[in-house]
């Protein structure tokens, strides 16, 4: 319990020191990770096997229960094409079901592009901030005041600069890699309309 206590008293000092702008950025850093675990745990294929192969499976009764969103693509689209024999009329009806997979796919990319574009910003605001006081504080010759002075002015700056950046660099990486996880999950569904929609029988396929 006094671990806990005095945890909390350490990280309330440390957001302190930054002045008021570690708060917002210590906010983003809920928002952003929120964002990039609901995209993580959506943006799940199911199998590693091509569109063909999971089609010709599924086609033939050798797979049944979907387990992604590229396996359930295969099984809603095998349920249309059973449906609808007119291809051009299939080809829309594939484009509206999928529709459905791409927002999923796109999910709070937005959202994590933004946070991390406007962390760093937040950090350089409390950096020029802090950097204000400095000069606050060299303009009024209170050098060692015990409020900080120049001291406490850059170690402010340096804080928000540091957080900014904590949150920005790792949010980056995440959200490249499921943006490029999705985009290729992306041409997946194009693919299965493709097929879907060719002259191709489904057992030649």
């Known amino acids: 319990m006094d671990t806990l206590v005095t945890f909390i008293h350490q ?6 020191s930054g002045g008021f702008v570690m708060w917002p950025l210590f906010i983003l850093v809920f928002v952003l990770w929120y964002g990039l675990g609901y995209r993580y745990h959506t943006i799940q ?16 009764g050798k797979r049944e229960i979907p387990k992604g969103i590229i396996d359930s693509a295969v099984v809603d689209g095998l349920g ?10 299939l080809r829309k009806f ?30 350089l605001l409390g950096t020029v901030i802090g950097m204000i ?4 504080s060299l303009a ?22 540091q957080l900014g950046l904590v949150v920005a660099v790792p949010g980056l990486v995440m959200g490249r890699l499921l943006d490029k996880k999705a985009s290729k999950m ?8 493709d097929i879907l929609c060719s002259e191709e029988n489904l057992d030649e396929i």
């Open 140 to 161: 009024s010759m209170s050098l060692f005041s015990q409020s900080g002075g120049i001291a406490g002015g850059i170690s402010q700056a340096l804080f928000t600069t």
């Open 45 to 60: 294929r199911g199998t590693k096997k091509s569109p063909r192969v999971l089609i010709r499976k599924f086609a033939s």
């Open 94 to 123: 594939l484009d509206d079901r999928f529709y459905v997979y791409q927002q999923t796919l796109n999910q709070y990319a937005k959202l994590v592009k933004t946070v991390v574009i406007v962390a760093p910003l937040i950090g």
């Open 133 to 136: 006081e400095t000069f606050d």
């Open 11 to 16: 990280f309330i000092a440390y957001m302190n």
């Open 80 to 89: 249309l094409k059973a449906e609808i024999a007119d291809r051009k009329m």
């Open 186 to 193: 992306e041409l997946d569904l194009e693919q299965i309309k």
